[in-house]
């Protein structure tokens, strides 16, 4: 169910409201939010859930409370993030995808992004796109020529697109029994079609793997080629081919389909606001003037770069962040028993009223402080927060950046007519099944001219997070 207005959102002078579910007005049975969870993730949410600070409910045997303030937020993914085994793993994976090594990932971004632009610009003009699914093959390639190097065989990045593609349709977010209280080694019901797309998964990934190894990363650009080369920082050893397929599947699970949502989700949200899309035009032809955008372009391209973070925060990718309570713990004056589900929502938290001006307008601006300071930290999460915080977080957000600014210098993008955007989450948060548009080229827009690629050096992050 959609709220009130329309599914395809409302547009009135204070700004596009673009859409979302229906808010209950009462809270829901635990069943009742089970039931509409299985479908929407995002659905059981009542009114008051956008405004409160923290609440705890029981859901069948599980507490589960929920952090929807600044303060809470830090506490429980910041002051009370306890240590795992993700730490360690985290100090072997983050130097591969670090900022610094941007200038590597960049031009395989506008590359890639530059033969899309080939090919719509052969379209009819008005043809019509899934910009869904247009989006999750750009980032797909994107996400696989970095992990894998630029020679990944076509038929090899297909088949990984497809399995994962099969994965998202057959996996469900809900453990039923869980929540029923019954321990991890309860064997779990899965479809038979989780494991099937897992195993195809799991063998193009360990060809790929096999075949770095014997002939090592010519390129020295690609993540898998520093995966193979890593070692623990406490022992030394390599890491074995098991661990090395398991982080490339983490790798391009938070690379492709979060970043190829974000940016049909911007596409939708432009087609609604006319002037925000002309501010945007007229950034990419001051800054750029017609050519393609490098590493260099990212700090310059502020307001494109704010579209994507008022993007993030209206949808953002994960929308809903949890984690267990490993001790007894106090928060705000109440008790967290070990066992506890914890979480933070960023679907709440960035829409919570008393956080946001206007929290359900697309108004980019706010993120170039032009109403009032910019977002804090602790309620702008969309890449987790905290020793959590997303890896792969400057990757993401440049190859958002680079794509937008890359095609909208050449296209615009419509909804098409009759069609209803509405945003669901199984596993991730998505514009539905697909996203409808027509095509339209630019007044004068030609298509942005390549530049010769910078060599592979390290590169401040352009965000300034060193």
């Known amino acids: 169910m959609i709220h009130s207005s329309t599914a395809s959102g409302v547009k009135n002078p204070g700004g596009f409201i673009p859409p979302?579910?229906?808010?209950?007005?009462?809270?829901?049975?635990?069943?009742?939010?089970?039931?509409?969870?299985?479908?929407?993730?995002?659905?059981?949410?009542?009114?008051?859930?956008?405004?409160?600070?923290?609440?705890?409910?029981?859901?069948?045997?599980?507490?589960?409370?929920?952090?929807?303030?600044?303060?809470?937020?830090?506490?429980?993914?910041?002051?009370?993030?306890?240590?795992?085994?993700?730490?360690?793993?985290?100090?072997?994976?983050?130097?591969?995808?670090?900022?610094?090594?941007?200038?590597a990932f960049a031009p395989v971004m506008t590359e890639t992004a530059l033969a899309l632009g080939e090919r719509w610009s052969r379209l009819p003009a008005g043809a019509t796109i899934d910009a869904l699914s247009e989006m999750a093959a750009l980032t797909a390639e994107i996400i696989c020529r970095s992990i894998f190097g630029r020679e990944l065989r076509q038929e090899q990045a297909r088949a990984v697109v497809e399995g994962f593609n099969q994965f998202q349709r057959a996996v469900s977010r809900i453990d039923l029994l869980s929540l029923l209280g019954l321990p991890d080694w309860v064997p779990r019901l899965r479809r038979v079609e989780v494991y099937r797309s897992a195993k195809r998964i799991h063998r193009v990934i360990d060809e790929i793997i096999a075949?770095?190894?014997?002939?090592?990363?010519?390129?020295?650009?690609?993540?898998?080629?520093?995966?193979?080369?890593?070692?623990?920082?406490?022992?030394g050893a390599p890491l074995d081919a098991v661990a090395v397929r398991n982080e490339a599947v983490v790798i391009f699970m938070a690379g492709h389909e979060t970043t190829a949502n974000t940016l049909a989700f911007a596409w939708y949200l432009l087609s609604q606001a006319p002037e925000v899309e002309a501010r945007l035009h007229e950034e990419l032809d001051t800054v750029l003037g017609g050519r393609a955008p490098t590493l260099a372009d990212v700090p310059k391209l502020e307001f494109t770069r704010a579209v994507v973070e008022e993007t993030l925060r209206l949808y953002p990718p994960i929308p809903i962040l949890a984690r267990e309570a490993l001790t007894d713990e106090t928060i705000v004056g109440g008790q967290v028993p070990k066992g506890s589900i914890v979480m933070v929502i960023p679907w709440l938290l960035h829409r919570n009223r008393k956080l946001w001006d206007r929290p359900?307008?697309?108004?980019?601006?706010?993120?170039?402080?032009?109403?009032?300071?910019?977002?804090?930290?602790?309620?702008?999460?969309?890449?987790?927060?905290?020793?959590?915080?997303?890896?792969?977080?400057?990757?993401?957000?440049?190859?958002?950046?680079?794509?937008?600014?890359?095609?909208?210098?050449?296209?615009?993008?419509?909804?098409?007519?009759?069609?209803?955007?509405?945003?669901?989450?199984?596993?991730?948060?998505?514009?539905?099944?697909?996203?409808?548009?027509?095509?339209?080229?630019?007044?004068?827009?030609?298509?942005?001219?390549?530049?010769?690629?910078a060599p592979v050096t390290a590169a401040a992050c352009p965000f300034g997070h060193g």
């Not at 009462?26 to 405004?51: D, G, M, T, V, Y």
Request: with cysteine; proline share 8%.
């Open 20 to 103: 979302f579910p229906h808010r209950w007005p009462h809270a829901l049975s635990p069943w009742q939010r089970l039931r509409l969870a299985r479908k929407n993730l995002i659905a059981p949410f009542e009114a008051a859930a956008f405004e409160f600070d923290f609440v705890s409910v029981k859901v069948l045997t599980k507490r589960v409370f929920v952090c929807n303030s600044p303060q809470t937020v830090q506490w429980a993914f910041g002051i009370k993030n306890e240590v795992f085994e993700w730490r360690k793993r985290r100090r072997i994976v983050a130097p591969i995808i670090h900022a610094s090594r941007l200038s």
């Open 211 to 235: 075949t770095q190894r014997d002939r090592g990363d010519a390129e020295g650009a690609s993540v898998i080629g520093g995966l193979i080369d890593a070692r623990d920082p406490d022992t």
């Open 360 to 453: 359900d307008h697309f108004l980019p601006e706010r993120f170039l402080g032009a109403n009032g300071p910019t977002p804090d930290k602790w309620h702008y999460v969309p890449f987790s927060i905290g020793p959590r915080v997303c890896a792969g977080m400057a990757f993401g957000l440049t190859e958002a950046i680079l794509c937008v600014a890359t095609l909208a210098q050449r296209f615009t993008l419509r909804l098409a007519a009759g069609h209803e955007m509405q945003p669901i989450c199984r596993v991730s948060l998505r514009p539905g099944d697909s996203l409808p548009m027509t095509i339209h080229r630019r007044a004068g827009g030609a298509l942005p001219a390549t530049q010769e690629a």
